[in-house]
């Protein structure tokens, strides 16, 4: 079966975190910056967390190799606890 192919513009957009979280950055900032308050700005630095149900489309979707795969517990640790 081939490789599946990372999309490259969610390789721009977004970054994963080690613990399989979605980061991406404030939107709003891009152009306009003089028609916007100084409160608006200030909120839309740095980076942000991507809502559940959209980090779950971004990582089956556009990056199929950054997706964490979790590990359920084998029978004889089950039945240990």
């Not at 513009?9 to 152009?31: D, E, I, L, N, Y």
């Not at 559940?52 to 640790?77: F, G, I």
Request: aromatic share 4%.
């Amino acid at each position: 079966m081939p490789k599946m192919k990372t999309k490259s513009g969610a390789k721009k957009r977004f970054r994963v975190t080690a613990s399989g979280k979605v980061k991406v950055k404030q939107a709003k900032m891009r152009h306009m910056q003089m028609n916007k308050p100084k409160s608006m700005k200030r909120k839309a630095k740095g980076q942000t967390n991507l809502c559940t149900p959209d980090e779950r489309k971004v990582l089956q979707n556009w990056l199929p190799y950054k997706r964490k795969t979790r590990k359920t517990p084998k029978a004889s640790e089950a039945q240990e606890a």
